[in-house]
């Protein structure tokens, strides 16, 4: 473990650390409105995951395809987002140009809320989701594998 | 982002991060125990999800509401705690009142492990779910709107 | 809350920080690697879950065993690696020794890089998975009773 590194990259004076804590409520603020949307559409739907949900209304228990479409973007959400949540942390530590962290904070922010609104707000034909998950996904990607790099040394 | 901020908010000794730290420790406990939960479940039912498990004891792959229950309120704390985990750090970074900071930490913690009982362990009908899952999701919205609005400045 | 602690712990120069930062890397690489496996075995089977993915391919959305069991094996990532990484960190604030961190860091990451594919890449008899689930399952609650009892006092 080679590199240079400095306590400052550490402190909350750091610019970098204030985006990450701006982008990351961002972010969080957006996956928490996954439940909103599933909420809305189980009303909308009458379909209910649980007896106590659904009986007191003289209904049955059942999935709906546009609950269920929304249940897989808030999926899609934890299996990527939850782990750039860590992993930009962790690349932030790499002690990266401002600038680039800039953008890469950006971009991501930008291409997961469009991912949420092609998936589950307006449903966009192809490759519209394939390509706000791949930015996503890329950008996740380069991030680990510079902090995997950076502190194998 | 212009707010006075000092490293005293990022050290260890902060009774913030203590704070954090503790409460983080039981989230994560009460997490892990869904697994066993879920087995319990599985072996009382004899309900398994993949042919490995279940044709040693020559049983066929099949679901079971009960399993599937705590299965939902295991992913429910995955779209809830997972983000608490991180927005509640950052929203620690804010430099909060140390007595609403350990208000908001216990009375979430409280509502999580309610939401557990009432979900998966004894079902107590509605809104006791409703309840302790809005509990826990205002607190969390309440702490990335904070962050939002302080890291943006 | 009475245990001595110092900002050493919090230095980004604390050998245990840059331990974490490695292989917290490392899993997050291997849990982003989960969506290729899943893309792979949903064109291998043309088991689409959108109808946006299925009808310019003239299929239908169906569900198909081999993509749900790579599904599977990365919800279990969800549930595991996700509370992993955060009270992994909290356990490193309690200042272990840096060789037992070392180990514990280590065999979680091999158990859960063998937990996948005995998963989800080559089918393995239990009590393979079992075993490899189990092994980081016992270090993560290691370390969250630890984390509770030290931030307790």
Request: no cysteine.
């Amino acid at each position: 473990m080679a590199q240079a590194v400095t306590d400052e990259m550490n402190s909350i004076q750091n610019p970098l650390l204030r985006l990450y804590f701006f982008y990351v409520a961002i972010l969080s603020l957006k996956m928490l409105l996954m439940s909103v949307l599933t909420g809305l559409q189980r009303f909308k739907n009458n379909a209910f995951a649980n007896p106590e949900d659904a009986e007191p209304r003289k209904l049955k228990v059942k999935t709906n395809e546009d609950v269920e479409r929304v249940r897989r973007a808030h999926l899609n959400d934890l299996e990527n987002i939850t782990v750039f949540f860590i992993v930009s942390y962790v690349y932030l530590m790499t002690n990266p140009s401002i600038t680039l962290a800039t953008t890469l904070f950006r971009v991501y922010t930008i291409a997961r809320i469009a991912h949420t609104l092609v998936y589950a707000v307006v449903v966009i034909p192809q490759p519209a989701r394939a390509l706000s998950w791949a930015v996503g996904y890329f950008i996740t990607i380069f991030m680990a594998v510079k902090s995997i790099m950076h502190f194998l040394a």
